[in-house]
């Protein structure tokens, strides 16, 4: 069954930003050369009642490609290296349809 990942965050770099907008850049690029990555989307929130301005949403064709996502070593290193320390707050949510 496939799955939409999604997670909606909120950076530690000032909206707006040259290191807002890397961190956007380099996330795209890392996550979209991983196997199994489909229809990667980078939204802006508009609504005020969330402090959390950005999100990633991508598909897997199943489970087992989600979980190969998260154990490969390029999804590791960049939560590791960019997103433990440019993000300040997110929600994850993970979806398959009825």
């Given at each position: 069954?496939?799955?939409?990942?999604?997670?909606?965050?909120?950076?530690?770099?000032?909206?707006?930003?040259?290191?807002?907008?890397?961190?956007?850049?380099?996330?795209?690029?890392?996550?979209?050369?991983?196997?199994?990555?489909?229809?990667?989307?980078?939204?802006?929130?508009?609504?005020?009642k969330s402090d959390l301005r950005w999100q990633f949403s991508m598909t897997f064709a199943d489970q087992a490609g989600y979980e190969s996502y998260n154990r490969h070593p390029a999804h590791v290193a960049f939560v590791e290296q960019r997103w433990q320390a440019e993000v300040a707050a997110f929600q994850e949510y993970d979806f398959v349809g009825r």
């Open positions: 069954m496939p799955i939409q990942h999604t997670v909606v965050f909120r950076l530690v770099p000032a909206p707006g930003s040259a290191a807002e907008q890397e961190f956007l850049d380099a996330g795209q690029e890392t996550l979209t050369a991983i196997p199994g990555v489909g229809g990667f989307v980078v939204h802006a929130q508009v609504s005020p």
